[in-house]
Every structure is written in C-alpha cells, then in structure tokens.
C-alpha cells in the first residue's frame, strides 16, 4: 500500500499561482506512475496531470500550458498552477498506480488505485 497526503490547495485570485505537493510513503517503488486529479461540486472526477516512473508527463487539454507536474524523487510530487482560472476550482486529489496501463493514453482515475485525502483550491475572479 501506498500512504499520499496532499497540500499546498488555497483561496486565489483568477491569474494568481498555487503550488500543490503529494507527500507518498509506502510501497513506493510499486508505483508506475502518479498523478493530480480534481472534482468540482456536482462534476465527474476528471484527471489533470500524470507523470510516469520514466519521467513522461501527460496533461488535460483544459490546463496544458499553465499546469506543470513534477516529482523531486519517488516519494514528493507536485503540481505547479499558473494563470489560474475560476474553472480550476476544485478538490485537487493525488493519486498513483501500479499499473502500467494507466501511464498510458488519457488520464483515467478509474486506473488509480492509491489515493490521498485532497486538498482544496478555489479561485476567485
């Protein structure tokens, strides 16, 4: 099993920047990749960024360009956000797997099997 604690979620302004982390503990060196997923009230789960044990990343169209992930070592993962838009409010989640077939294609949380308590982000116009 993998442990995952998220932080860094806040109250900012639209265009302003947060920095989430994803602290993971554990069986770590199961994980085949890892990834940043949020959901807003009354919406579906959807995924935002992956990152692989290769280091290949993958974004949601919505947030290429302003969203960076990013990982210091298997254990620490982040998610930069910038030009944050109201539509980015969300609980932002953590999650990874062990399986390698969702490092692959879209970002399906269906495929995540580990994940940590969410950590909320609400933007403001």
């Known amino acids: 099993q993998v442990q995952l604690v998220a932080s860094g979620g806040d109250s900012v302004q639209s265009g302003g920047s947060l920095r989430l982390s994803c602290a993971a503990s554990?069986?770590?060196?199961?994980?085949?990749?890892m990834g940043w997923f949020r959901q807003a009230p009354g919406k579906e789960r959807e995924g935002v960024a992956r990152i692989g044990s290769d280091g290949v990343t993958t974004y949601a169209d919505s947030v290429k360009g302003r969203f960076t992930i990013s990982q210091d070592n298997a254990q620490t993962l982040h998610l930069q956000m910038n030009s944050l838009k109201p539509e980015d409010t969300a609980m932002y989640y953590c999650a990874t797997t062990d399986n390698s077939g969702g490092c692959r294609g879209s970002i399906r949380w269906t495929l995540f099997g580990n994940w940590g308590q969410g950590t909320q982000v609400t933007v403001s116009s």
């Open positions: 554990g069986y770590t060196f199961r994980i085949a990749c």
